[in-house]
């Protein structure tokens, strides 16, 4: 439903406020100004939380998260709940996250609101309602803004995943062969290259990825298109 001008809460305040949010969206192009971005609206629009999910899925129909905003680390055990994820993906409207998570100990005050309609991209915007308005009605504006700004943010994200990591041709070779199952001496015959150079690049790799282990730097690379 459009709000009106007799609405108690306007996370935006004017069609000026809408215009500057869809600039600030098309102008990002690195994670970083994307996290800068919805804290600058948390603030200006008192959200407690205000955080967009990427569902950036992964080979075998699996996910890695990638959050965006203001948030507590403590929220993200329960983002990453399977139900929170088929609802993400389902494009229902509006949901709370206590009841898709089953759990009492989040509330009733935070939110999860699909977000879909750009190919390539699953995600979800996570939101707080202010405790003192009424709830019903200030989640239905919110669906209603975020609605219109939604393929902004999730082109942001999109160009987010496609941030240049700098890593090279034999680095990337060795990466994929590794995403296929190869062991580092498997790798060193088909590339012909000695096993100890293949570590050496899949080293370099997973420290430029800033990865734990070769699994989660297979996961960064295939995010960012690298492999």
């Known amino acids: 439903m459009k ?3 007799q609405d108690s809460y306007n996370p935006f305040s004017d069609v000026q ?3 500057a949010a869809i600039d600030l969206f098309d ?3 690195q994670s970083e100004q994307l996290e800068d971005a919805l804290k600058t609206i948390a603030k200006d629009v008192c ?3 205000l955080a967009f999910i990427d569902y950036c899925s992964l ?3 699996t996910n ?3 959050v965006y905003g203001q ?3 403590e929220l993200l055990m329960h983002l990453e709940n399977e139900s929170v994820t088929l609802h993400a993906q389902s494009g229902i409207r509006i949901c709370s996250l206590a009841k898709l998570a089953d759990t009492d100990n989040l ?3 935070l939110f999860v609101l699909p977000l879909r309609g750009i190919k390539g991209i699953v995600g979800a915007l996570v939101f707080s309602m202010p405790k003192n308005l009424p709830v019903q009605v200030s989640a239905e504006l919110i669906d209603w803004y975020w609605t219109i700004l939604s393929p902004y943010l999730l082109n942001a994200a999109l160009r987010c995943r496609k941030e240049k990591l700098g890593i090279t041709k034999r680095e990337r070779d060795c990466m994929f062969w590794v995403s296929q199952g190869k062991t580092s001496w498997e790798i060193s015959q088909i590339l012909g290259i000695s096993e100890r150079t293949v570590n050496f690049h899949l080293t370099n790799c997973i420290e430029k990825t800033q990865s734990a282990n070769r699994q989660q730097a297979i996961a960064r690379c295939i995010i960012n298109n690298l492999i």
Do not use: A, F, N, V
């Open 27 to 29: 102008s990002i192009t």
């Open 17 to 19: 406020s809408i215009r």
């Open 3 to 5: 709000p009106t001008e």
């Open 64 to 66: 890695q998260l990638k």
């Open 47 to 49: 959200y407690d939380y």
């Open 107 to 109: 509330g009733t005050h």
């Open 71 to 73: 948030y507590e680390d």
């Open 59 to 61: 080979p075998k129909t």
